[in-house]
């Protein structure tokens, strides 16, 4: 009777998924970067650059949103798990391009920036601290590094 490996099964699938993901992610960002110089070019042409600045401010940033998408998915490729880092860096550019959006176009109203701005501070604070939790982490692993290789070299 063959036995089935799922926890090996189970990666090979979440790896052709990430990987289906970070293609049509690059794909996204190739689209983008083509569709943001098609509107540099609309922009000369029209006489009203008031519109046109805020779609390619909006385009940007959401090109950043996809980049810092994109490096959580090859980090999850090179290490096998989700950096908290990439993820919250998405997220504060996304409450970013958002706040930058509204306050640009000035139809934000006043409630909403300070949400905006709290979920800003929530994010800043998971941002540090899960930099501070991953040093202690890579200190910890790099301080068991040795101890292993001792117990090694005493047998």
């Known amino acids: 009777m063959m036995k089935i490996d799922f926890l090996k099964l189970f990666n090979k699938v979440i790896g052709v998924v990430f990987g289906a993901m970070l293609l049509f992610i690059t794909l996204g960002m190739i689209i983008g970067v083509l569709h943001l110089f098609m509107s540099v070019g609309d922009m000369m042409v029209e006489k009203e650059l008031g519109k046109h600045y805020s779609k390619i401010i909006s385009d940007v940033l959401t090109l950043f949103i996809l980049v810092e998408l994109s490096r959580s998915l090859v980090e999850y490729f090179h290490t096998q798990r989700l950096r908290m880092t990439f993820i919250v860096d998405a997220g504060i550019v996304f409450v970013l391009r958002e706040?930058?959006?509204?306050?640009?176009?000035?139809?934000?109203?006043?409630?909403?920036?300070?949400?905006?701005s709290a979920l800003m501070l929530v994010l800043t604070v998971l941002r540090i601290g899960s930099v501070v939790v991953y040093q202690r982490e890579r200190r910890m692993a790099?301080?068991?590094?040795?101890?292993?290789?001792?117990?090694?070299?005493?047998e």
């Open 99 to 116: 706040l930058m959006i509204g306050l640009f176009e000035h139809k934000i109203p006043t409630e909403q920036i300070y949400a905006l």
């Open 142 to 154: 790099d301080m068991a590094k040795p101890a292993s290789s001792q117990e090694k070299a005493a």
